[in-house]
């Protein structure tokens, strides 16, 4: 597949059983190596495990994955909302900001099982987002599996096609931005008063990430959720027209 | 033999397995799977490692492999849609050999 | 004890045939059905490691989400490997209601 991309390689065939043995003995070696070390390893050194052990009583929660994820090493969480943010805008059309951001259409044709699990499953789905949201603070959870979740509900809306969501639209943009724009928000603010990006005081810290994360949410869930439209083939200058054809 | 260096064995062999991927399989789409598997690989290395290193678990790597799960994802969405593009602009006649 | 190690050696053997057929299998489809069981797997694997909120969304995206996107990517590119493949009789069933798979 794909071959005629490959418009300036005019050479001799190479021969495949040959490349694939030579691909095969390096990685095999490789392999022996990377075992070879993992088992030298001596993995004493504690790593920095303690460290946020002790500091945990500062974050605001006491789940010690969202303070790594929200407090501890915020920066790494900002630039992953910038990364998804610029994915999205790479692969989002760019028309149609007049669209509003859900229309509800008949579709053509009525699947009941798939009926059944919009109507059933995904209040549930939302409800159960928000308390994974909630209870990231203190046990397993947070903002990500929450807008996984939310994202999980988007597809499964979009799946009978009567509900159309326009992921351009400037409602969608915004809601996409929200997260990205709460982080810098809350860290310029934090370098006005507290002198340092993203250095929470130990009092509003609790109440600063849980409005982080929730912005937070709703960005990855619509983020995630557009990637995936952008798979299906559907425009959206006449959305009853194109649904017919299908994608 | 403790789960641990069983769990990150076997974190390295999914590398390799998606690192032979990479340079093997002739579909992109089958290259994007095989990148994946790379990732799944060092995900499992990973936490492996976080689990081994003390009694208590260390909860760093756990955060840098959420953040990398979601980054995947991302990069898989955008590898796809390259894919798709670039099928569209190649013609769909070309068949896939079997690699 | 032997019981856990054993559960565990059966799951990381699973895992590694599965991300061999998950690259290397016959038709795409499959690819992509075995690459999401190797997430599903890999959520127990790290279930048993205590890194729960990395199951969590590794169920949720790395299973869902990207299984998703590579059913909708493969929906896409389809038509080539139906001609490819000459054991189509999934594919025409896909055919009839493409949305179900995606």
């Excluded at chain 1, 390689?9 to 490349?19: C, E, H, I, L, W």
């Excluded at chain 1, 909630?134 to 939310?150: M, Y």
């Excluded at chain 2, 260390?58 to 990398?68: F, I, K, S, Y």
Aim: aromatic share 8%; glycine share 8%.
């Amino acid at each position: 597949m794909f071959n005629k991309i490959d418009l300036e390689y005019d050479g001799a065939v190479v021969d495949p059983k040959t490349s694939r043995l030579i691909a095969g003995l390096s990685i095999m070696g490789l392999l022996f190596f990377l075992i070879l070390m993992l088992l030298n390893h001596s993995g004493d050194n504690g790593g920095i495990g303690p460290y946020v052990d002790q500091n945990i009583n500062l974050s605001g929660v006491t789940n010690p994955v969202t303070a790594v994820l929200l407090n501890f090493r915020a920066y790494d969480t900002l630039l992953e909302l910038a990364v998804l943010l610029i994915v999205v805008v790479a692969v989002l059309p760019s028309h149609n900001s007049q669209v509003p951001l859900v229309q509800r259409i008949v579709a053509p044709e009525h699947n009941l099982v798939i009926l059944a699990l919009q109507r059933w499953i995904a209040p549930a789905v939302l409800v159960f987002a928000g308390y994974l949201l909630w209870a990231g603070a203190s046990q397993p959870g947070g903002a990500f599996q929450a807008g996984a979740l939310l994202a999980g509900t988007c597809v499964l809306m979009f799946q009978t096609g009567s509900y159309r969501v326009n992921y351009t639209s400037i409602m969608a943009r915004h809601l996409l931005v929200v997260g990205l724009a709460m982080f810098v928000i809350v860290g310029l603010a934090l370098i006005y008063f507290a002198g340092n990006l993203l250095n929470y005081p130990a009092n509003y810290a609790g109440l600063l990430i849980l409005l982080i994360e929730g912005c937070a949410t709703v960005s990855i869930g619509i983020a995630l959720a557009s990637l995936y439209s952008s798979l299906i083939d559907l425009s959206f200058s006449d959305p009853a027209d194109n649904y017919r054809q299908g994608p | 033999m403790n789960a641990e260096l069983l769990y990150s064995i076997t974190g390295v062999g999914l590398f390799a397995i998606g690192l032979l991927g990479v340079v093997l399989a002739s579909h992109i789409m089958r290259k994007v799977l095989a990148l994946n598997v790379m990732g799944v690989g060092i995900f499992m290395l990973l936490i492996a490692l976080a689990k081994r290193s003390e009694s208590a678990v260390d909860p760093v790597p756990h955060a840098m492999v959420l953040t990398g799960i979601v980054i995947a994802a991302a990069g898989t969405a955008l590898a796809l849609n390259l894919m798709v593009r670039l099928h569209k602009m190649s013609g769909s006649k070309q068949e896939e050999p079997s690699g | 004890m032997n019981l856990e190690i054993a559960f565990d050696l059966l799951l990381m053997l699973s895992c590694l045939i599965l991300a061999w057929m998950s690259i290397f299998a016959a038709s795409l489809f499959r690819c992509i059905v075995f690459f999401v069981c190797l997430g599903l797997l890999a959520t127990i694997a790290w279930g048993q490691m205590g890194a729960y909120d990395v199951a969590i969304a590794e169920a949720a995206i790395g299973a869902g989400i990207t299984g998703a996107l590579l059913l909708a990517a493969w929906n896409r590119i389809r038509p080539a490997v139906a001609d490819a493949e000459p054991e189509s009789k999934s594919v025409e069933v896909n055919e009839q209601e493409p949305k179900e798979h995606v």
